[in-house]
């Protein structure tokens, strides 16, 4: 069943075990194999050695002298080949079951892959029954059918090389900011701060049929974050650069794209700025560094996606990567959006919100590269914007960095420092009270 | 005002910059400084050259001739000791006070520092009324006082030495995953999972006031984790080596150092295991790798905890990082239990769960190190636990790390991966239905 297909590849391997005592006296006699993943594998590591790898069957090949597997382990999108007697297959070899091979690694003699593993040995660890595995072999199943497998769905291609890309882009952002001298804070996750004063906030109580006398575990209403902004600002007025990189929550009930209710986001403080350009090259420099270190660690899953999801991408990304990016300012953008000939869903004029595709415009605009926008009307702009107190048209020293297939990734702005000009706005807005501190 | 100091201090230098009009003539004769962090500062680059720092003042002598300032950014403990002449006073250089220091990097007279720095502009960029300010300068404040200004309390030496080991521990942590091939995987947060049935959830919903019709967001109950385990397990079956780092939770009504509403939680899983040893190797290896960056980089910040708050534990951690961690059995340890002529507040016999004064009792017999303690009474471990089919006194392959100071720091399992008892044991418990999955 599907059960034991997930359950068996997990842990330890009795039945393996007691079924290869008479291979396992033979094997006491050579050299201990030495243990490799599939990627090190495939990259050629300890050839002419013997080897042991462990991992799920992706293909099963039985010929009249030889028996072919390709095994993964999730190291790589790449499986190693395993070339087999045929004597030892066994029906218990099927797609997703979970193995053990030893064997010697040598060159392939084909041009498909590299290198392959002779083996010697194949214990099958783990069962997976083909007639219940909701995975057929050699079928590519969509995402609205993976989608029903959530536990299951990390045995694709498609989702093994988006967890792989996911955790290599993480690595990359904690390095960047490592590199540069920032101190990571974890910000709370449950917070009585509900940030901008902005709804669409998530609850928190303990479960009542637990705790039924609980009524006020908090002394105050208890929220999931939606921003560590605040207390990271608290903390930058002790660190001269601080971040956060955690899990951040909205209640929108919408299914789209562009709304999760749980998801990460990166958060940096950086105290005594000049101007928006000391926020520019911050979000320049980790965007780029992030992106290369995912492009050079995650070459084969990147391409997956080229080649499947979004073709003609891979050259966008390429070209953005050899220019700076453009900085124009909100005035700037409205003019070139008046002046276009696109039919836009919004119209736009001087102190409206940048629509989404408004965004997508301006980035094609400037050669489908990131650009910055900035100087917002200070209308658009939360209370800790800074003032650039300009008229007649009044900007917040404010800035978004707009990309290519996406629009908005990210914002910041200087922060109000001037306290008469702050307190000010706090009383203007009704949240003289809540930020008191 | 405490707002002023704490808002000041975070962003642009408007004021301070018109107030130094006439040194910033003079200063564009010179070679523009290179901007160092104290840290970098006091480590003595740059020496002899032209140098600007910036942070908040922790000290200030004037004397007759020399006003002798030290100033700290959150980049080590130790501040910057900065001289220059007493026509470069200012009332508003207070204690707390935000500063920009330019001058040259010169060896120290002094035995008490190894450089200084002679400045010739000192900017105050944010003021800090010390008569509002509520840590006064060369005092040492109780926890208990500095608690009440929890948006002001990173500014004392104790918060933030903490918090600089807390980010170089979560840096030593990601670093020994990523060294050992672990795949990171973002577990959710928000979760229908209670993971084994025990209490002490939160539970989420929309905020009430911003979503009245939403009350089905979630089409199931909807809890904040408690661990990633189960959803780790998932991805286990695609990727040989998986860890999560993250916030988890407890809605336990308790106020001690041991119970936490949110806290971090390390958690990893390994396929193919074949014995606990896979397990403690793992255990051992990260809090060995984890403990041993944390002294390399935060030497000063743990010597001020060393000193001022857990005096001897630096015997006691040098010496457990020379040793192995001595493995034992429950049945070991009840039989050195019973053999104690401790008095405990609980007394023990085979079967009982393990109250930290007898995990501390336990450390210290094994030589106030480390202790593994494994094959815990299988009555006492949750259903994963793989079955030791041991008996008279039956045993599941699970494992605590015991350490000094603390008792249990962590633990683990072998999966149970046989089907038909994994099977028989959630039928018991009753959640069969629950992980049919």
Not at 13 to 36: D, E, F, W
Not at 58 to 83: E, K, M, T, W
Not at 405 to 420: A, H, I, Q, W
Request: proline share 4%.
């Amino acid at each position: 069943s599907t059960v034991a297909a997930q359950t068996l590849s997990v842990a330890s391997t009795t039945a393996a075990v007691s079924r290869g005592i008479l291979l396992s006296i033979r094997h006491y006699c050579k050299k201990t194999p030495t243990k490799l993943t599939v990627s090190e594998a495939v990259a050629g590591a300890e050839l002419g050695a013997n080897v042991k790898v462990q991992g799920w069957v992706r293909s099963v090949r039985p010929q009249r002298a030889n028996l072919f597997l390709h095994v993964n382990d999730g190291s790589s999108l790449q499986s190693l080949q395993i070339v087999a007697s045929s004597e030892l297959n066994d029906p218990l070899l099927t797609f997703g079951s979970a193995v053990e091979v030893t064997g010697i690694l040598k060159k392939s003699p084909s041009q498909k892959q590299p290198v392959e593993l002779e083996a010697d040995q194949i214990h099958v660890v783990g069962e997976c029954n083909p007639l219940d595995f909701p995975f057929k072999i050699k079928e590519r199943h969509g995402l609205e059918y993976i989608r029903q497998f959530p536990h299951l769905r990390c045995r694709t291609n498609a989702f093994s090389s988006l967890l792989r890309i996911r955790s290599e882009a993480t690595t990359a952002i904690h390095s960047y900011f490592k590199e540069n001298d920032f101190v990571q804070i974890h910000t709370p996750v449950i917070t009585s701060n509900d940030c901008e004063g902005a709804g669409e906030l998530f609850q928190i109580e303990p479960s009542k049929s637990e705790n039924e006398e609980d009524e006020n575990f908090f002394s105050v209403p208890a929220f999931l974050t939606v921003s560590g902004q605040l207390h990271l600002e608290v903390m930058s007025g002790a660190f001269s650069r601080v971040y956060t990189f955690g899990p951040t929550f909205r209640a929108e009930n919408s299914q789209s794209r562009r709304h999760l209710a749980e998801f990460y986001m990166v958060e940096a403080e950086v105290s005594f700025t000049q101007s928006l350009e000391d926020l520019t090259k911050v979000m320049e420099d980790m965007f780029r560094s992030a992106t290369e270190h995912v492009l050079a660690y995650c070459a084969e899953d990147v391409d997956l996606f080229h080649k499947h999801v979004t073709p003609g991408h891979k050259d966008t990304v390429d070209s953005m990567l050899k220019k700076r990016f453009p900085v124009i300012t909100y005035s700037e953008a409205i003019d070139i959006l008046n002046r276009s000939s696109e039919k836009f869903d919004f119209s736009t004029h001087w102190g409206c919100d940048l629509q989404t595709e408004h965004e997508k415009y301006l980035v094609k605009h400037c050669g489908n590269i990131p650009v910055f926008v900035t100087d917002y009307p200070y209308d658009l702009k939360p209370f800790y914007a800074r003032d650039n107190e300009d008229h007649p048209q009044h900007t917040a020293a404010a800035v978004d960095l707009l990309v290519p297939g996406v629009g908005e990734l990210c914002g910041g702005s200087l922060r109000e420092e001037r306290l008469d000009l702050l307190r000010a706005r706090l009383e203007e807005v009704g949240l003289e009270d809540t930020y008191s501190w």
